[in-house]
């Protein structure tokens, strides 16, 4: 009976061992899973921000050579727009639907300054108070003005938001030439490579989707997904 107990015993000490590190073992696990996610997605940010800084210096470069009081207002622009967002680049931060609408505001200050009243940018904002990851919408603008202003007298973009019990809705809509989605995934143009920038971090940071319906010669409609449930957890 003695024999018994003390086998009894040890066996409650060795499964006692096995589930104490196994959840150590998960624990770490779950550490490294979150460091790795957080580096993919800093990663991620570290390819937006040249990204803009790029295309905004193209511009401004352009009026330089036009005028060159535009141009200076054109760097306060800039200068402004770096100022309040390198901070949330850094920390890898979601942020405010808001905040990311003021981006686009300051990012479409700029281009209107090199392209005047081809550029125009509809608001239809019906959910509000959610957040996105930093540079996701202003991308998709940028990348449908960069991708279709030169060849393009007038350039309408509409940025659309809704929600239902389940899920938050952006939509970004243009006018421009279209393509076909089909060679998204085998392109390695930068037009491909922000898109897929945005859906990964949009993945990653909110397990969200983002899909493409495009019509060559009609335009372009984007969506993001994001689920409530996933964005209370953020």
């Known amino acids: 009976m003695l024999e018994i107990t003390i086998v009894a015993v040890i066996a ?30 800093a990663y991620l940010l570290n390819q937006v921000a040249p990204h803009f800084i790029y295309n905004s210096l193209i511009s401004i470069f352009q009026l330089c050579k036009s005028d060159l009081s535009l141009a200076e207002s054109a760097v306060k622009s800039l200068c402004r727009y770096l100022k309040y967002n390198l901070t949330d680049i850094k920390h890898n931060k979601l ?4 905040q990311e609408l003021k981006n686009i505001h300051d990012y479409i200050a700029i281009e209107k300054i090199r392209f005047g009243e081809r550029i125009n940018v509809i608001f239809d904002i019906r959910s509000r108070g959610f957040k996105v ?3 996701s919408i202003q991308l ?3 990348n449908s003005i960069q991708h279709n202003i030169v060849n393009k007298y007038d350039m309408e973009i509409i940025i659309f938001t809704f929600d239902d019990k389940d899920n938050y809705y952006i ?13 998204l995934s085998k392109k390695e143009d930068r037009l491909n490579i922000g898109i897929q920038n945005i859906k990964d971090r949009i993945e990653l940071q909110l397990n969200g989707s983002i899909s493409f319906d495009s019509i060559i010669g009609y335009g372009t409609i984007v969506e993001i997904i994001i689920p409530k449930r996933n964005l209370n957890s953020a």
């Open 133 to 135: 990851p930093i540079f």
């Open 95 to 98: 942020i405010l639907l808001e």
């Open 140 to 142: 998709l603008v940028e």
């Open 12 to 41: 409650l000490i060795f499964i006692s061992y096995l589930i104490h590190t196994v959840y150590l073992l998960s624990k770490k696990n779950a550490a490294l899973h979150t460091e790795l996610k957080e580096l993919q997605i």
């Open 171 to 183: 939509r970004v809509v243009d006018n421009g030439f279209g393509f076909d989605t089909k060679t």
